[in-house]
């Protein structure tokens, strides 16, 4: 046996068709098969006798077959398996549906163990389609059973085999990564018990103390990795700018900064002004200004002749960052162009030329902005809008050409304390925590379905008034299905033309349409050719449209709440009043408790937390878009404790060892983290 890189396929009792099954949950290694942690577990450890069997729950019992098994058939060509096993207590009754073998291998007089939900009541016990087992021959009961998720062609048996031959085959292999000190320090158990008890724990407390090991490992070893970031960027030069006078900058804008603003461009210009290159988040509650952070840095990286590039993740919103930035940087010298997916191939060649050159100062746009062919001839300064990640890939690529720009990534994710400290354990981080003066704050209300005429007639109250509405419709599908987003937008906007506002323009906006379609949309709307929008979340990312005063979304149950307070920071831009309607018919008295949450506080920071604490980080996350590394199992909702724990050890350990030369496994591990998460991590 070579070691924990082993191609599973050469593993004893796996062997090629089932390697290919596992390679689709992603599972190659040996190191993946012992890391593919049960998702649940099945206490099949105890039997109780029948009386002890609580219906409505799972159970586990030994009984004795009373007769033999009857059979016969039902509507739809299923065939009914019946029968009923006995003990010193009482009478289960046994109903298999389609397993016609069980007439002839359920023997009358014979022993059983079963395991199944316990249906009907006290006195008549029923379990449907249980698992069973011959007493004595015991393989699924008679032990905590893991679960794991499953991909087709691989049942949970197989599963549960795979992985014991991978524990088997590993059993020499597997040293302990964490030095012998931190174990000892935090009470650790030896990686070959946790690996063992993650999987077939002998008992709940061996199972939460192999949790308790592989959780803080996991924990260590990012926070590792974090600091390990850190220490590289402070070996390389950045770009090096010098100080200017801010005010020159401030002359030029229509409005005075507030003092978080300020504040955040200090900071940044702090960084930019050192030798390293800058690394910092700067976030902000939606509205609160973070446009103007970005440009004070650009202003201030061309004043030392750098160039920049101002990444967003939405063509619309690169496009309103080009119309408001551009004649602001205009008026104080700079040049500015637009590249997105959509720039036409000559007058992309141009503007390629012009970055090449540096006869252009500041280029925006989407992602497309670092991709190969575009070469700049001095780029200091990197600007990421919104979720849109600069990550360690990207630093990488650009590193190799020699370039290591400063960084800036605007966000308005509130990401509550806690969890940044995961996630940006790499960033500096800038808060502004004041929104420019003036605004107004949103009124909401949650309503259900009955308040619709009165929400249509509050939506064409404020038509007549001058005002534009926005209406957010969720993607609903049937069951699994993915909703089609086009039919479910296009189709609620004509029923809203057609029967209540045959005279008011309604346009419509999906992630599905082409970037020049989007465009036409957003710019009708912006100059308020049209009064209604319906769209999906597309608009939930930035766009500023101050005369829109209204935000109504359907089915808001659907959102999690930090969605739901970006979308209301659509509006309430402007000096108007401004309204936000989360329409929901869900009753379940958790759904009204969490969209009230809305109703009672406008602070992006609390409004997280209270996302956090209800849905746990996995759905707070969404599709982990905001750079949450995957966790295989330290669970962040409950796992604080632990975190803070696992950074102490990883901190002090690094402070004796910063490049891990005395701990060589733990710096390979380290480095493999950082290479597979390379998208995720900043
Ligand atoms: P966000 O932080 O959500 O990206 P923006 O940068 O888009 O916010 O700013 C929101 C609005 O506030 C814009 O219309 C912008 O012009 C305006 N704004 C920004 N800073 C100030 C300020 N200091 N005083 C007044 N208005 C401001
Ligand atoms: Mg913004």
């Keep these: 046996m070579a070691d924990l890189h082993t191609d599973i396929r050469y593993i004893h009792g796996i062997g090629e068709a089932r390697a290919k099954a596992l390679a689709r949950l992603g599972i190659a290694t040996l190191q993946d098969l012992i890391s593919y942690f049960p998702r649940g577990y099945e206490d099949r450890s105890h039997t109780v006798p029948i009386a002890q069997l609580v219906p409505g729950e799972n159970g586990c019992t030994r009984a004795m077959i009373a007769a033999a098994p009857t059979a016969h058939r039902i509507s739809g060509g299923r065939s009914v398996v019946k029968c009923r096993a006995v003990d010193d207590t009482g009478v289960l009754d046994l109903t298999f ?385 993915i909703p089609d987003e086009r039919k479910a937008v296009t189709a609620y906007a004509r029923q809203l033309q057609q029967e209540v506002f045959p005279d008011l323009q309604i346009a419509v906006l999906h992630g599905k349409m082409k970037p020049r379609e989007k465009e036409a949309v957003m710019a009708d709307f912006v100059a308020a050719r049209t009064q209604i929008l319906v769209s999906t979340t597309v608009i939930e990312v930035g766009v500023d449209v101050p005369n829109a005063n209204a935000m109504i979304v359907e089915n808001a149950e659907r959102f999690g709440l930090s969605q739901l307070h970006q979308l209301r920071g659509r509006v309430g831009r402007g000096s108007v009043k401004s309204y936000c309607i989360l329409m929901s018919d869900h009753t379940a008295q958790e759904t009204r408790e969490r969209l009230q949450v809305m109703q009672r506080t406008n602070d992006g920071f609390k409004i997280a937390e209270e996302d956090l604490r209800l849905r746990g980080p996995g759905d707070f996350f969404g599709s982990r878009q905001h750079g949450l590394p995957a966790m295989k199992i330290a669970d962040l909702s409950c796992d604080m404790r632990l975190l803070d724990e696992a950074q102490k050890a990883a901190r002090q350990l690094l402070a004796g060892d910063p490049e891990l030369q005395h701990h060589r496994k733990l710096q390979q591990r380290v480095r493999q983290l950082l290479q597979r998460s390379a998208g995720t991590l900043n």
């Excluded at 005010?247 to 978080?260: D, H, K, V």
């Excluded at 603003?261 to 976030?283: F, G, H, K, V, Y």
């Excluded at 509205?287 to 920049?308: D, E, F, H, N, P």
């Design 97 to 481: 549906f389609n397993q016609e073998y069980r007439k002839n291998t359920l023997q009358p007089g014979q022993t059983y163990v079963f395991y199944g939900r316990v249906e009907g009541n006290l006195l008549r016990r029923q379990m449907v389609n249980p698992l069973l087992e011959p007493e004595g021959q015991q393989q699924i009961t008679g032990r905590i059973m893991p679960i794991y998720s499953l991909t087709a062609g691989i049942s949970q048996l197989m599963m549960d085999r795979a992985v014991r031959q991978g524990l088997d085959a590993c059993r020499e292999l597997l040293s302990d990564d964490l030095p012998e000190e931190v174990r000892r320090q935090h009470q650790l158990c030896h990686s070959n018990y946790a690996y063992e008890n993650i999987h077939f724990p002998d008992s709940p407390e061996a199972l939460s103390i192999a949790r308790r090991r592989l959780a803080f490992e996991e924990l260590f070893l990012l926070t590792c990795a974090m600091q390990q970031l850190r220490e590289y960027r402070q070996d390389v030069t950045g770009p090096e700018c010098h100080q200017a006078d801010l005010e020159i900058f401030c002359r030029q804008l229509p409005f005075s900064l507030t003092g978080a603003q300020r504040r955040a461009i200090t900071e940044a210009a702090a960084d930019m002004c050192s030798s390293r290159p800058m690394n910092r988040l700067c976030q902000g509650d939606v509205g609160s200004g973070k446009t103007m952070v970005a440009a004070g840095c650009i202003w201030l990286a061309a004043q030392s002749g750098w160039q920049s590039a101002l990444m967003a993740p939405t063509e619309i919103l690169a496009r309103q960052h080009y119309q408001g930035l551009g004649p602001l940087l205009g008026s104080l010298g700079l040049r500015c162009v637009l590249l997105t997916g959509s720039t036409r191939a000559k007058e992309r060649r141009e503007i390629l030329a012009q970055l090449a050159s540096g006869e252009v100062d500041v280029c925006i746009g989407t992602h497309a902005l670092l991709t190969s062919d575009v070469q700049y001839a001095r780029l200091g300064l990197v600007v990421t809008d919104e979720q849109h990640r600069f990550g360690v890939a990207q630093r990488a690529a650009l590193g190799e050409k020699g370039v290591h720009p400063h960084t800036l990534v605007l966000s308005a994710t509130p990401i509550p304390r806690t969890l940044a400290l995961i996630i940006y354990g790499d960033l500096d981080v800038s808060v502004i925590d004041e929104l420019p003066p003036g605004r107004q704050k949103v009124d909401t209300f949650v309503v259900d379905g009955s308040y619709r005429t009165r929400v249509q007639a509050f939506i064409r109250k404020q038509v007549e008034a001058g005002h534009q509405v926005f209406i957010v419709c969720p993607l609903v599908g049937e069951d699994d299905q």
